[in-house]
């Protein structure tokens, strides 16, 4: 089966993690949206994936997403996100991706994520400021700061599964 990974990306974290997943499959794409918008009619596993800034998607892949939904409706998903807050994940989930794609989906997760102080904007040094209090005391749990192989390997292994129960409901 032929796999797509799309995904937007600010500062490469959903780059690398795009790269790690896609690693487990044998016939894949993997797509910036930044720099190209594959017609998704070519694949037979979509999967969805973007950093997270103050809680919200990249918009490429919103409007990637929006554009080509009904061609991807009836394929095998997945979506993962990148965020270090992984309490937030479900939150971010919920508010960012439809209600039928979350319903649809193989599975949907975080796979960590990381912080690059070069990367983050002004406002977000701010942000990042006035939280760290709370990172640093321990208030905030699940903080994890990096990819997480051990999230990413379940990911593909969810999707491989299946992958293989569907080529044997088609056959």
Do not use: H
């Not at 990306?9 to 594959?38: H, M, Q, W």
């Not at 998607?57 to 095998?76: C, E, G």
């Not at 990367?119 to 400021?129: G, P």
Request: hydrophobic fraction near 45%.
């Amino acid at each position: 089966m032929r796999v797509l990974i799309v995904y937007a990306t600010r500062g490469g974290t959903a780059a690398k993690a795009a790269s790690l997943l896609g690693s487990y499959f044998s016939d894949v794409k993997i797509c910036n949206l930044e720099k190209t918008k594959p017609d998704p009619k070519f694949y037979d596993v979509i999967i969805f994936g973007s950093g997270i800034r103050f809680g919200t998607i990249y918009k490429p892949l919103m409007t990637w997403m929006d554009m080509y939904w009904d061609a991807v409706r009836p394929k095998l998903k997945g979506v993962f996100i990148c965020n270090a807050l992984m309490n937030e994940a479900p939150k971010i989930l919920r508010e960012n991706f439809s209600l039928e794609l979350r319903n649809s989906c193989v599975i949907a997760e975080s796979l960590g994520g990381e912080f690059d102080i070069e990367t983050l904007t002004a406002s977000e040094r701010v942000m990042l400021k006035l939280r760290k209090k709370e990172l640093v005391s321990g208030e905030v749990r699940d903080f994890v700061p990096c990819l997480q192989p051990d999230r990413i390997r379940a990911f593909a292994e969810a999707m491989l599964e299946a992958m293989d129960e569907k080529k044997i409901f088609d056959s």
